[in-house]
């Protein structure tokens, strides 16, 4: 099966700083990424939508300017979580879809800003 | 709108026992249906998806899930569960296979031996 890796698997960050998140189809092309964010003993929540060489779609209420998303190659995507705060703690998952017939996830990364 | 409903947010059965997971959903198109299962740590696997045809459909692992369009409903089933399906369980709609998905809150499910 396809195999979506996500890195780091688990990240500690002080508030006011930035991290990114890359999300990466190891052995396929993914036209098209998908960025979930999953709080403690909840649902997955979509962010944004991101296809290759264009911009994010990002769901309505998240920060666009907060959260970026860059799709630049048809194997990569990263979230980069901006002036990260206490509250964007959480996990974030990524999924990719190519020209298989479904979309696979990545194991997701634990953020904790302190 | 378009959502997921699991009834159940935690369920335990004893191992060797039948189980039933439930999703009802809410979708203006016609929808293709997930349940996927996610183990601590660890991604989200596909159990199964239905988008027409037979609506009893088989997945993975000895899963399988039946459509009532009538009660916009697609439970996840097993026969006898095994410690190892011990696991968060989400039902998702989406319009397709690479598209975005509405996540049902999710099913922990428990097994003792």
């Known amino acids: 099966g396809a195999v979506v890796s996500q890195h780091p698997s688990w990240v500690i960050c002080k508030s006011g700083t930035s991290v990114k998140i890359e999300c990466r189809s190891l052995d396929f092309q993914a036209t098209t990424m998908f960025w979930y964010r999953q709080f403690p003993k909840q649902s997955l929540m979509l962010m944004a939508t991101s296809n290759e060489g264009s911009k994010a779609t990002y769901e309505q209420g998240v920060e666009k300017d907060k959260f970026l998303i860059n799709h630049a190659s048809l194997t990569l995507s990263t979230l980069t979580v901006t002036s990260a705060h206490p509250e964007d703690s959480s996990f974030y998952i990524c999924?990719?879809?190519?020209?298989?017939?479904?979309?696979?996830f990545g194991p997701g990364t634990r953020l904790t800003v302190t | 709108a378009q959502s997921v409903t699991q009834p159940d947010i935690h369920i335990t059965v004893s191992e060797g026992a039948s189980l039933e997971l439930r999703c009802n959903y809410s979708?203006?198109?016609?929808?293709?249906l997930f349940w996927y299962v996610q183990s601590p740590g660890q991604g989200l696997q596909l159990l199964l998806k239905?988008?027409?045809?037979?609506?009893l459909v088989q997945g993975i692992k000895g899963f399988e899930a039946e459509f009532k369009r009538s009660q916009s409903s697609f439970n996840l089933r097993k026969p006898s569960v095994h410690w190892s399906d011990a696991a968060e369980y989400f039902c998702?709609?989406?319009?397709?296979?690479?598209?975005?998905?509405?996540f049902g809150t999710g099913t922990r499910l428990q097994v003792f031996p």
């Open positions: 998702a709609v989406g319009a397709g296979s690479t598209d975005k998905l509405i």
């Open positions: 979708y203006g198109a016609t929808p293709y």
């Open positions: 239905y988008f027409s045809g037979d609506t």
């Open positions: 999924s990719a879809a190519g020209a298989r017939s479904e979309q696979y």
